[in-house]
């Protein structure tokens, strides 16, 4: 049985171990080549030092780090073969000594662990492509994700407001007076089911705890219009004006009746004043042009059809919500003689038109018309012929605000409701370089609009900063 205690002198080391040791094969540099004996018990010959173990251990780190970075850059998985422990033995067998000899017994379990020549790495698993960017960039301060389901929403969000707010996001309500009464009623509906905590007064708490939830909800689903934002400072107004010595159930009560009000006043009397008012100004044998779908111009239409007089409607349509189509139908469902076009052929019918109504999503402060994409070319066709354009608008749609031109304020909705399906666009994300912008409105310069008709009266583009001060002054 073989002994790993180290030969005395007395007893020196048998011939044929001696022989067996200087016939020990030669490398390509003198270097010894490793030999593996099975049968035999593994010795110090080719045991590392600690320092060498240690040397090693940092070219493998180094050589995977390098593996890793080419990989990063090429692409291509790269196989590293490691050296054989071999190599770096150049001298072990005429090193001896009697700290190699006390190795000699942990070497077999040391030689295990050791990397193999020519064994294959692994290859890097190749990155998912990076997806392209579809933003358009001069429009990327616009782009905001629109919520469409109730997943994730706060709870402390109304049943209603959660209903009225999937209704916006899919434009099951549209247009800025139909949103603006819609969000009114939810939250009187809010305000009936509110309870004063203990120790906090309505005036305090309705406000910042439970309006707003409601509020950065909706604007979640779709921006605000303007004659919403108008009605809830109105709204925030009205909960600051009361006394905390007001009972919960009175103070309540009185809220919901000053929305009622400020529905009844701003919105309902204010659509039969215009309507009664742009019917007027409609003769027998007018022909009227309008773009995509506007309630109160509807009614006004009505209004006139229904005095008895004889005209004919030209309704202009766009993609991608086709208003207009629900317009047409609604008046030769009453009779009325309608033409349907798309804004394509603008141009063609514009010569047979003797006045264009349109409607508004918000007069801005210099005058000028915010509403539906596509009204700015009415217009401005308009203007060309020498046609009048009168524009049809509530006062609560005015605004402060300053509107050059339609980039710096406008909604942008999702491109994919441009594709039509089975058209050459429905795989649109998938070509390179390939962007669609689908804004919602366009801003029209106010020498293209003759009169704005209000409930306050008819004014010019110019008189919208004095109907909108004497109109805040009067709350």
């Not at 030092?49 to 240690?54: H, I, P, W």
């Not at 190795?103 to 990397?115: E, V, Y």
């Not at 009225?164 to 819609?182: K, P």
């Amino acid at each position: 049985m073989p002994s790993s205690d180290p030969p005395t002198i007395a007893e020196p080391a048998p011939a044929e171990s001696l022989a067996a040791t200087q016939a020990k094969p030669q490398g390509k540099n003198g270097g010894a080549k490793p030999v593996i004996a099975q049968d035999a018990p593994a010795t110090g010959d080719s045991k590392l030092s600690n320092a060498e173990l240690k040397k090693q251990a940092k070219a493998e780190k180094a050589a995977r780090r390098q593996q890793a970075l080419a990989e990063k850059q090429s692409g291509a998985p790269q196989i590293i073969v490691a050296a054989a422990p071999g190599t770096q033995q150049k001298g072990e067998a005429q090193k001896g000594g009697k700290g190699q000899h006390k190795r000699g017994a942990s070497t077999s379990m040391d030689a295990r662990s050791l990397p193999v020549r020519g064994a294959p790495a692994v290859p890097a698993i190749p990155a998912a492509p990076k997806k392209e960017d579809k933003t358009v960039e001069f429009f990327r301060h616009l782009y905001k994700q629109r919520t469409t389901s109730i997943a994730g929403a706060s709870k402390e969000v109304h049943p209603a407001v959660l209903a009225l707010g999937l209704q916006m996001s899919n434009y099951t309500i549209c247009g800025s007076c139909a949103r603006l009464v819609a969000t009114l009623q939810a939250f009187k509906r809010v305000i009936e089911s509110y309870s004063t905590p203990r120790g906090y007064s309505l005036t305090r708490h309705l406000t910042s705890h439970v309006l707003s939830p409601q509020i950065e909800y909706l604007s979640s689903c779709r921006p605000m219009s303007i004659s919403m934002g108008n009605a809830i400072r109105w709204l925030k107004l009205e909960v600051s004006k009361v006394d905390i010595s007001t009972p919960d159930s009175e103070a309540k009560k009185d809220l919901c009746d000053a929305i009622d009000r400020f529905i009844q006043e701003r919105v309902t009397f204010a659509d039969q004043v215009i309507a009664k008012s742009a019917a007027d100004k409609i003769r027998d044998g007018d022909v009227i042009m309008t773009f995509a779908k506007s309630s109160i111009v509807q009614r006004s239409l009505v209004e006139a059809h229904q005095a008895g007089k004889k005209f004919r409607v030209i309704v202009v349509d766009s993609r991608p919500l086709h208003e207009g189509k629900h317009l047409a139908a609604a008046l030769a469902t009453l009779g009325l003689d309608v033409k349907y076009c798309l804004i394509n052929g603008l141009s063609h019918n514009i010569q047979d038109v003797t006045k264009v109504m349109l409607g508004a999503h918000a007069m801005m402060s210099n005058g000028r018309l915010f509403s539906r994409v596509g009204t700015a070319l009415v217009a401005m066709e308009a203007n060309e012929a020498d046609k009048p354009v009168l524009v049809l608008c509530e006062t609560i749609k005015f605004t402060e605000r300053v509107a050059l031109d339609s980039i710096v304020h406008n909604e942008i909705a999702p491109a994919d409701e441009l594709v039509i399906p089975g058209g050459p666009l429905e795989k649109w994300g998938d070509v390179k370089k390939l962007q669609l912008c689908n804004p919602m409105f366009d801003v029209t310069p106010a020498e293209y609009i003759q009169m704005i008709v209000t409930e306050s009266g008819n004014v010019p583009p110019t008189s919208v900063p004095v109907l909108h001060r004497l109109g805040n002054e009067s709350q």
